[in-house]
């Protein structure tokens, strides 16, 4: 499909310079949808996971806005949150012949035979925001996103040093990620790492909320119920500690003093609680992927050599944090 890559790659350099420069804000070309084939431009394939949280809102719009600025022509597909609709939706790329195919998988396993497929078919796949667990990295030119575990190690690191002076046991409850997902492992891993260095940190409970709002309030309301006396919430995504507090409210408590709440993503929402002592501290986790990535996209597809592993720069927030960043939160 791609006849003169080098021309291309020029072209869209062109086309960011553009946009920078504020000539390419109009451009109407690079929008989701069909590319009806034979474009000169770029196309990529994009899968993304679903509309679960307002991470993954922001990611998308992230990735549309810079396809549109870097000229890239984008199929994107939502997922829904399942496996299968991924699969289908690379499998039609790959008929489609796009030039390069970008997704973040909903979980880690199962990707092998997929992958195989597009390496047959010669379309590099670049891996964005969420790891597969295949030892065969052949299968994808690189990986772009968080370091998962780094962030829940973050988190567990804060609450060491909160309760550093306790000397009874801190009960823990965990409302996890999507089970399978590359974020519900790393970061439970991440954080257990840091917090067995001292057995009075008990994680009472650990359930999926599977990083929506909705799930969040449902399983905290049912971990109320269970434990009468629960400390600290660690929820692996901003969403879900969000429902959280409304079901810790509605248990006649306090959140961020009766119970101490530790999330990951500093969205907006997040952010303003965060700010209004709603929650305690967050683990930043950026969405803003979309500009280096169809950077990656075209090195890829020149045939340029790009690392295996590019890891995205991350921050962390306390409540005075949050009251000094939030008017200038872009998501
Ligand atoms: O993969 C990133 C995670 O997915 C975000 O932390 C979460 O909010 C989203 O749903």
Redo the contacts with the bound molecule.
């Keep these: 499909m791609l006849k003169r890559i080098s021309t291309l790659v020029l072209m869209g350099a062109l086309a960011a310079t553009m946009s920078a420069c504020g000539g390419g804000g109009g451009s109407t070309g690079a929008t989701t949808g069909d590319s009806g084939g034979g474009s000169d431009k770029l196309v990529m394939g994009f899968s993304q996971v679903g509309a679960?949280?307002g991470?993954?809102t922001a990611n998308t719009k992230s990735v549309q806005d810079s396809a549109k600025n870097a000229g890239v022509e984008l199929k994107f597909s939502d997922a829904q949150q399942k496996q299968e609709n991924q699969i289908k939706a690379i499998r039609s790329f790959i008929q489609q012949k796009v030039d390069v195919i970008a997704f973040s998988p909903v979980v880690e396993s199962g990707w092998d035979t997929v992958l195989k497929e597009a390496q047959t078919a010669k379309i590099p796949v670049i891996l964005t925001?969420?790891a597969v667990d295949s030892p065969d990295t052949s299968l994808y030119k690189t990986f772009l996103g968080s370091d998962f575990v780094e962030e829940g190690k973050k988190a567990g690191q804060w609450l060491v040093d909160q309760y550093k002076d306790e000397k009874g046991d801190v009960n823990i409850v965990e409302l996890q990620?999507t089970t399978g997902s590359a974020?519900a492992n790393d970061r439970k891993a991440g954080f257990a790492d840091v917090i067995k260095a001292d057995p009075k940190f008990k994680v009472v409970a650990s359930q999926t909320g599977d990083?929506t709002r909705a799930k969040g309030k449902e399983v905290m309301e049912a971990f109320l119920k269970s434990n009468a006396d629960i400390d600290v919430l660690f929820a692996h995504?901003d969403?879900m500690g969000l429902g959280a507090i409304e079901a810790i409210e509605g248990a006649g408590k306090v959140p961020g003093k009766d119970i101490k709440i530790i999330t990951?993503?500093a969205v907006k929402d997040g952010m303003q609680a965060l700010a209004d002592g709603k929650i305690n501290y967050i683990v930043e986790?950026s969405p803003l992927l979309g500009p280096q990535l169809m950077d990656l996209a075209k090195k890829v597809v020149a045939g340029e050599t790009v690392e295996q592993r590019v890891v995205t720069q991350e921050t962390t927030f306390t409540q005075e944090q949050a009251k000094e960043a939030l008017s200038s939160r872009q998501y």
Excluded: K, Q, Y
């Design positions: 679960e949280s991470w993954r925001d969420r990620g974020p990083f995504n969403d990951i993503d986790c």
